[in-house]
């Protein structure tokens, strides 16, 4: 019980400058108020407050350099993100634990003490409820502009010096290795929403479409069978891969592979397979042959889209031209700014369809000439890729066995046949 009311003190929002004793009174006020409005018996609920008005002010850097001494400085850079993300985690359970036991509880500042210098303040608290009466020492430093929690301390014992002893005792027993893995598998992150972005690209994501597409809305209902909820953002292929990279977006919805994108990204089961097939403006390509051939002896221009995983399919030292919109690319071959286009055969109907002007002007080959396997993605680094990728798989398996698999693809007129 001490120790759960440490963690609950140690893990209050940093302060702003001013009167930390004030605004102590203030935050704890909060605390109170936001539990008040909660079901103590939901642990769920009460660590989303721990989330929304705690957790994104906490310095984890500073208390983890605490915990782990003089393992801090021989861990790699990567140990130390995982032990600080980690170990949060563990605050955070251990908090959430410390508010339902303590949720009736009363409290009352004592006294407050600074440094000499001013940097630094003891702000003393009396806590209540019905099974005990405590007094916890409060300790903040000065950062900049910013009070900040560095430790609490109970009968003159403090918090972290508690974990530091545990977290060394561990260390020499077993490794900074096997530690951090421990520590991780019992407070693993657990994601109930995954942030989905991809490129317009209809039929098969377009928030014009009903249901965003034909991906998005197989890959929403996969997800959401596999206990997960999504959210869609729209944005341009390279931001998607920034995006990923800071955190923002945790799926990149549609992706062929290639080597060097298997080197950062996890790769699902194939969702769909996209057919390849050859756009031109006189006689229809329909092998790869045709098509290589024309690019390398004829001297041919092919219009190609930015960001897309070509491969092979394209020679070196060939005349390309790349697009960033499909309907750019289609003007420019009417047009014979180009000779030829590669396109997947439901996105090239799609376009052709609705720019009825083009459709006499450029012959679409009467087969594909290479087939796609397309796959949602997720960083290799993603703390939750590994278990993400593989909820998706089953869940996936599962909805191919059912009759609303085809019924999505005769919604948007597509042929699931090779999936």
Not at 184 to 189: D, G, I
Not at 220 to 233: F, P, T
Not at 404 to 416: G, I, V
Request: hydrophobic share 40%.
């Amino acid at each position: 019980m001490p120790r759960y009311l440490l963690c609950l003190i140690l893990l209050l929002p940093s302060i702003s400058l001013g009167n930390p004793e004030q605004l102590v009174r203030d935050t704890l006020g909060q605390l109170s108020t936001q539990l008040s409005m909660i079901d103590n018996d939901s642990m769920e609920a009460i660590q989303k407050v721990i989330e929304n008005y705690l957790k994104p002010k906490l310095d984890m850097e500073r208390i983890s350099k605490v915990v782990l001494g003089n393992h801090w400085k021989r861990a790699s850079l990567k140990q130390k993100k995982t032990f600080m993300a980690c170990f949060s985690r563990q605050l955070t359970h251990n908090q959430a634990e410390s508010f339902q036991k303590w949720h009736s509880g009363e409290w009352k500042v004592i006294s407050t003490t600074y440094n000499d210098s001013g940097s630094k303040v003891a702000v003393n608290l009396e806590l209540n409820n019905l099974a005990t009466n405590m007094e916890v020492v409060l300790r903040l430093y000065k950062s900049k502009n910013n009070w900040l929690i560095y430790d609490a301390a109970l009968n003159g014992i403090s918090l972290l010096k508690q974990f530091r002893d545990d977290y060394a005792l561990k260390v020499e027993r077993q490794g900074l290795g096997k530690t951090l893995a421990r520590l991780c598998q019992l407070h693993p992150l657990v994601v109930k929403t995954l942030h989905m972005a991809a490129n317009e690209w209809p039929p098969y994501i377009s928030r014009s479409l009903p249901g965003q597409g034909l991906a998005v809305e197989l890959i929403s209902r996969v997800l959401k069978q596999a206990g997960y909820e999504v959210n869609m953002s729209f944005t341009p292929w390279q931001k998607v891969g920034d995006g990923m990279q800071s955190g923002q977006f945790d799926i990149s919805v549609a992706a062929w592979k290639n080597a060097n994108r298997q080197k950062s990204l996890l790769f699902s089961d194939p969702y769909f397979h996209n057919q390849l097939v050859v756009i031109s403006t006189d006689e229809a390509v329909d092998t790869l042959s045709t098509f290589q051939q024309r690019l390398t002896q004829n001297k041919q221009i092919v219009g190609l889209m930015e960001d897309y995983a070509y491969g092979e399919l394209i020679p070196k030292h060939v005349r390309t031209q790349y697009h960033r919109h499909y309907s750019t690319l289609l003007r420019n071959l009417a047009t014979k700014e180009l000779d030829m286009a590669l396109s997947d055969l439901n996105v090239a109907q799609f376009y052709l369809n609705n720019h009825a002007n083009l459709q006499s002007k450029l012959k679409i080959s009467k087969q594909a000439i290479q087939s796609r396997s397309l796959h949602i993605t997720m960083l290799k680094n993603h703390p939750v890729g590994l278990q993400v990728i593989k909820d998706f798989n089953q869940a996936l398996k599962a909805f191919k066995k059912t009759k609303a698999y085809k019924t999505l693809h005769a919604k948007y007129k597509l042929n699931p046949k090779r999936n």
